[in-house]
């Protein structure tokens, strides 16, 4: 547990507001609350304030004390989210366990989506259920192939779930292009890189959008955020956190988002085996597909990640967004 200095903060990374967050989680739950922990404090996207992520402990006689996650941030972004998440959850509860055993080649497909316990859209804070067990980053670092292997069978899981008609935004890839991606990518002069790698940026977008012509429109439950620290595991579940940016769209998205990031992050011979049990997990449930579109999507992974490295370090991070784009029509290159 973070310690609660004198101050009024809570220390540690990142330091916020303790009783400012005490007040907001105890009006929403309607009883007092205590702060245990603050998770993350991370700037908005589209600029339009803080996103913070707490643990609260209820308090008093009688009040059930299992801590519970407070979400904090613009109006529209939390909704949002929210909104997403809540269908999500009923989707975990219909393919909970829908796909294979608990061991060997067929990882179980034990979806897992914190409950939604109250929201406040107006003012942009909601409460939810606290999901327990390791990030699935940290288990890849240790070599946990069954940990890849239950996370994609997870998402098969999710993705069996058609959102057309529902009231989510539909993104096919130019779509997630336009509101994924910052800065876009002819617009890497303003963070400070040289013309060079902002035509290389741009012309690596326009690749992405060309290979993905062809690709059929689909609406199916799309999370659009996954990565290896989205995912907790526990000995029976498999927990997928952060809906703010969930649409309907193609699977591919959710699958090469994840499969770019693990190979950007990991070393090779690491990722080469995790990214492979993820798939033999996955296509235990495909039904769309996946594979025939996966390595467009992947692609556009590294150019989204190599947009944000720009945005987030500026000119320091040249080096390796040059290595982004690389990867994004090399990626290109080997699937044509």
Same mark, same amino acid.
């Given at each position: &547990?973070?310690?609660?200095?004198?101050?009024?903060?809570?220390?540690?990374?990142?330091?916020?507001?303790?009783?400012?967050?005490?007040?907001?989680?105890?009006?929403?739950?309607?009883?007092?609350?205590?702060?245990?922990?603050?998770?993350?404090?991370?700037?908005?996207?589209?600029?339009?304030?803080?996103?913070?992520?707490?643990?609260?402990?209820?308090?008093?006689?009688?009040?059930?004390?299992d801590p519970v996650v407070l979400k904090s941030g613009p109006p529209a972004l939390v909704a949002?989210?929210?909104?997403?998440?809540?269908?999500?959850?009923?989707?975990?509860?219909?393919?909970g366990s829908a796909t294979g055993g608990p061991t060997g080649r067929h990882a179980r497909c034990?979806?897992?989506?914190?409950?939604?316990?109250?929201?406040?859209?107006?003012?942009?804070?909601?409460? &939810?259920?606290?999901?327990?067990?390791?990030?699935? *980053?940290?288990?890849?670092?240790?070599?946990?192939?069954?940990?890849?292997?239950?996370?994609?069978?997870?998402?098969?899981?999710?993705?069996?779930?058609?959102?057309?008609?529902?009231?989510?935004?539909?993104?096919?890839?130019?779509?997630?292009?336009?509101?994924?991606?910052?800065?876009?990518?002819?617009?890497?002069?303003?963070?400070?890189?040289?013309?060079?790698?902002?035509?290389?940026?741009?012309?690596?977008?326009? *690749?992405?959008?060309?290979?993905?012509? /062809?690709?059929?429109?689909?609406?199916?439950?799309?999370?659009?955020?996954?990565?290896?620290?989205?995912?907790?595991?526990?000995?029976?579940?498999?927990?997928?956190?952060?809906?703010?940016?969930?649409?309907?769209?193609?699977?591919?998205?959710?699958?090469?988002?994840?499969?770019?990031?693990?190979?950007?992050?990991?070393?090779?011979?690491?990722?080469?085996?995790?990214?492979?049990?993820?798939?033999?997990?996955?296509?235990?449930? /495909?039904?769309?597909?996946?594979?025939?579109?996966?390595?467009?999507?992947?692609?556009?992974?590294?150019?989204?990640?190599?947009?944000?490295?720009?945005?987030?370090?500026?000119?320091?991070?040249?080096?390796?967004?040059?290595?982004?784009?690389?990867? *994004?029509?090399?990626?290109?290159?080997?699937?044509?």
């Amino acid at each position: &547990m973070t310690g609660r200095p004198a101050g009024g903060t809570l220390v540690g990374p990142p330091a916020a507001d303790v009783a400012g967050l005490e007040a907001v989680a105890g009006r929403l739950a309607g009883r007092v609350v205590r702060l245990v922990e603050v998770l993350s404090v991370r700037a908005d996207r589209a600029g339009a304030g803080a996103v913070v992520v707490a643990v609260v402990r209820p308090e008093g006689p009688g009040a059930d004390r299992d801590p519970v996650v407070l979400k904090s941030g613009p109006p529209a972004l939390v909704a949002a989210g929210a909104r997403a998440q809540r269908y999500a959850h009923v989707v975990a509860g219909a393919v909970g366990s829908a796909t294979g055993g608990p061991t060997g080649r067929h990882a179980r497909c034990d979806l897992a989506v914190p409950r939604v316990l109250r929201d406040d859209a107006a003012g942009g804070r909601v409460l &939810m259920e606290r999901a327990t067990g390791a990030r699935l *980053a940290d288990l890849l670092r240790r070599d946990d192939l069954h940990a890849a292997r239950r996370t994609g069978a997870a998402l098969a899981g999710l993705h069996s779930a058609d959102a057309g008609g529902l009231d989510l935004p539909v993104r096919d890839l130019a779509g997630c292009l336009a509101d994924l991606v910052l800065p876009q990518p002819e617009h890497l002069a303003a963070a400070g890189l040289e013309r060079r790698l902002v035509a290389f940026g741009t012309a690596t977008a326009d *690749a992405v959008l060309a290979a993905a012509h /062809d690709h059929p429109a689909l609406t199916r439950l799309v999370h659009r955020d996954v990565h290896a620290g989205q995912v907790l595991l526990d000995e029976h579940r498999t927990w997928l956190l952060d809906w703010d940016l969930a649409a309907a769209g193609d699977p591919a998205v959710d699958v090469g988002n994840l499969v770019g990031t693990i190979r950007a992050k990991y070393p090779p011979a690491r990722a080469e085996a995790a990214v492979a049990a993820l798939l033999d997990g996955y296509l235990t449930g /495909d039904t769309t597909g996946v594979p025939a579109r996966l390595a467009v999507h992947e692609a556009f992974t590294y150019l989204r990640l190599a947009c944000k490295r720009a945005r987030l370090h500026g000119p320091a991070a040249a080096g390796t967004v040059e290595d982004l784009l690389t990867r *994004a029509r090399l990626t290109l290159a080997a699937a044509s």
